[in-house]
């Protein structure tokens, strides 16, 4: 997800923007119970196939002159930049892919940034077809050797992966809600939270329900959602998170007491992210 890459001197700069992941609370061993969880004998249920996001939301998208090789220049759209976090399709691998139309290179620095996570990329695969190209990473932590299911690790991954994308496709910032933090030009337009939050809970069997969330991106977004869903007793069995522009999107498989969750506690549920995702945020010197 990155043109021909060069250097690794990237890496430092990667570990000082995720100084502020390094320094997010996260709770004790026992609070993620489900795939999630950090006790070595848990492992994932999963589902062989992937899980779907809907097509409804308009992601906006930039333009901007790109010579040719003939040194004429033209306008050309900016393709919406997508990693994806898949915990669901690979049993022994974290399956993450990378799309940003056909601008995307090796992935060298990416890769050697990853490795300095302590984290091995054990399969690389890279499709073409015509929304671009698809560059697929199997991962794995290399002291275990087993897939990367920590919510630290998650989102140390996808902002390592966001913070390569900016160096070497500067663009893309302007079309990343990381932009803001990490990237040479602005987002182009910034979402408004209340209305880019939405949250559904459904059934899906009789022991678990599905939780989608789809938001406004920010760094730590990952370790949050996790931490809120688990601070009120239910756990996360596995899913998957999508960086899409300036938006995020996730779904959990989720359940309480090894059950689906009930009406009452899927609203709980609802309600809790949805405070959370649209509360305004006050600097304590306002006070």
């Not at 790109?66 to 990693?83: F, L, M, N, Y």
């Not at 669901?88 to 940034?113: I, Y």
């Not at 919510?151 to 992966?161: C, K, V």
Request: glycine fraction near 6%; include cysteine; hydrophobic fraction near 40%.
């Amino acid at each position: 997800m990155a043109v021909a890459m060069a250097s690794c001197g990237i890496i430092s700069g990667i570990h000082t923007n995720l100084k502020a992941i390094e320094k997010l609370p996260i709770s004790s061993p026992g609070l993620f119970r489900g795939s999630f969880g950090l006790e070595p004998i848990q492992r994932i249920c999963i589902a062989p196939k992937r899980l779907a996001f809907s097509e409804s939301t308009i992601v906006p998208k930039a333009s901007s002159a790109a010579a040719v090789e003939d040194g004429s220049s033209q306008d050309t759209a900016v393709p919406t930049p997508k990693v994806i976090i898949d915990l669901d399709s690979n049993p022994d691998a974290t399956v993450v892919e990378v799309t940003f139309g056909d601008r995307l290179g090796a992935l060298v620095d990416t890769m050697s940034a990853l490795k300095n996570l302590g984290l091995n990329v054990v399969k690389a695969n890279v499709c073409l077809d015509s929304s671009g190209k698809h560059t697929t990473l199997c991962i794995t932590n290399a002291s275990t050797g087993r897939k990367v299911d920590d919510p630290e690790q998650l989102e140390a991954i996808r902002l390592t992966i966001i913070n390569n994308m900016i160096e070497f496709h500067p663009e893309s910032s302007a079309l990343l809600a990381m932009g803001e933090v990490f990237g040479a030009y602005q987002p182009n337009q910034k979402l408004d939270v209340d209305i880019a939050t939405h949250i559904h809970v459904y059934d899906d069997g009789p022991d678990r329900s599905l939780l989608y969330v789809e938001a406004a991106d920010r760094p730590g977004l990952i370790v949050d959602l996790v931490k809120i869903i688990t601070e009120i007793n239910i756990d996360v069995e596995s899913g998957e998170f999508d960086t899409e522009g300036l938006l995020a999107k996730a779904k959990f498989h989720v359940s309480y007491k090894n059950k689906a969750l009930i009406k009452p506690l899927q609203q709980v549920l609802a309600n809790s992210l949805r405070y959370y995702l649209r509360r305004p945020t006050t600097e304590e010197s306002s006070f």
